[in-house]
């Protein structure tokens, strides 16, 4: 059996919402070859396994393929090794070192834009029109981030983001493409994502951005690889 902890990352201020995500910090109990089956059968938008503890040597697996790196597994991964006593200062999925840091209740990442996946950012007229959707628009099923401002001025947006092509479907709160939109923007920005989902991206130098959030521990349960 492997021990699993079920977070919601990016969760709104009151603590609803947010991004469900798995993690493994025994990422030994459940072997290689078995990764990509338990975060399909698990059903999260990513399921992550800490490799090393110490190191914050990590791997991330949605229900479809690993990915070198993503937003709302690197930040709820980063929460829950404080929260169980083992605080780092950086992560190491595939990508290369994510720097981490604490800011009150909020926990930021640092990456590079370009270590996202291959989102496109799609910007709408009105964050009405983001809410209208019932889906991707044209029933494109690749990598797309729905986006409006609501206060251009303030650096608040509306969005939305669908991930069809790797089992993902809506992605309630997406980390990757906040630091994407922060990089392109040149500025911080707060973002209410999906359903009731907050995230707080500011880019950095050379094409390297930062977002965080607040995490909730919801369960910690047994599992059988």
Known sequence: ??????LRVFTGEDGAHGNPLG??????EVPPERRQSVAFKLG?????????????ACRIFTPGLE???AGHPTVGTAWLLAHEGDEVQALNPPAGEVAV?????????????????????????SPAEIDALDGPPGGREDEIYLWAWEDAAAGTVRSRCFSL???????????SAAIMMAAAQGRPLTIHQGEGSLLHAVPLEDGWAEVGGRVVLDEVREFEP
């Open 101 to 125: 840091r604490r800011e009150g209740e909020l926990t930021y990442v640092a990456a590079r834009a370009g270590w996202s996946p291959p989102w496109e950012l799609i910007q709408y007229d």
């Open 165 to 175: 092509a790797d089992g993902v479907g809506e992605d309630e709160a997406t980390g």
């Open 44 to 56: 999260f938008s990513e399921t992550v396994f800490v490799d090393d503890r110490e190191r914050g």
């Open 67 to 69: 990915l070198p790196f």
């Open 1 to 6: 059996m492997a021990t699993l902890h079920v």
């Open 23 to 28: 993690v493994f910090l025994g990422g030994a």
